[in-house]
């Protein structure tokens, strides 16, 4: 039997050309920030609490790069050592969803877990299953939201109803950036969503440093998402 679980850490773009000095795009921060995002995840893989999160993922030719007109310098592009999560042995397994269709349900195709049987398909209810066993699911994404992914909300509603429902789920959102990025655009769209979410603020870096950071709290705030800003 699984331990009664309540709380989802939600693992937003730690990625290194955002995180690391020498990154593409990188959000500066207190040098507490990244040792208290390593402390979360591990207490979270020790619990047994779900990690759920998202990565950054373009290609050459990603309509934001400043070489396409965009306003970003090019970053996180698949394949490239600064696409690669900083705190990549926390989860120690991690399955990525790619940006995909959904119809009537997901269907993320993986490879055989044992030779000769072909490639499965993993539902939203068993990648939620997989979350819950400590397999670490990170969506990625385009665009500043998990939720750009058409699969992250099948698969979060799915481990939300396998914990007890949405009134039994906290979700705290962790990583890169505050400022009215991508760590807010995910803890809007849980909220959207009617769940409970708390911004582990100790724990996630602004772009705008404090008064970006700041803004976030206010325009959060109001939306009745809790800013923590401790351990």
């Known amino acids: 039997m699984r331990p009664q ?3 989802v850490i939600v693992d937003v773009d730690t990625q290194r050309d955002f995180v690391l000095p020498d990154g593409a795009l990188y959000v500066p921060a207190d040098t507490t920030v990244p ?3 390593a402390r979360v995840l591990q207490h979270a893989q020790r619990s047994g609490t779900p990690i759920v999160g998202s990565v950054d993922s373009h290609a050459h030719d990603a309509w934001e790069f ?3 007109g965009g306003p970003f310098a090019p970053h996180c592009v698949k394949g490239t050592p600064g696409w690669l999560r ?4 926390v989860p120690r397994r991690t399955r990525f969803i790619p940006m995909q269709h959904v119809d009537d349900t997901v269907r993320n195709v993986v490879g055989e877990d044992r030779k000769g049987v072909g490639n499965r398909e993993l539902d939203a209810a068993a990648l939620a299953t997989e979350a819950q066993d400590g397999v670490g699911i990170y969506f990625e994404k385009e665009v500043y939201s998990l939720f750009a992914n058409p699969a992250a909300a099948p698969v979060i509603d799915a481990l939300a ?3 007890g429902g949405a009134e039994q789920v906290t979700f705290d959102v962790l990583g890169y950036c505050t400022g009215g990025y991508c760590v807010d655009a995910a803890a809007q769209g849980l909220r959207e969503r009617g769940y409970r979410v708390r911004v582990l603020a100790f724990a ?3 772009i705008g440093g404090p008064a970006g950071a700041d803004r976030s709290a206010a325009d959060l705030g109001r939306l009745g998402i809790e800013w923590v800003t401790t351990p």
């Open 5 to 7: 679980m309540t709380t």
């Open 35 to 37: 040792m208290a995002i």
């Open 66 to 68: 400043a070489p396409n």
């Open 86 to 89: 900083v705190f990549h042995d």
């Open 161 to 163: 109803l396998a914990m």
């Open 204 to 206: 996630t870096s602004a």
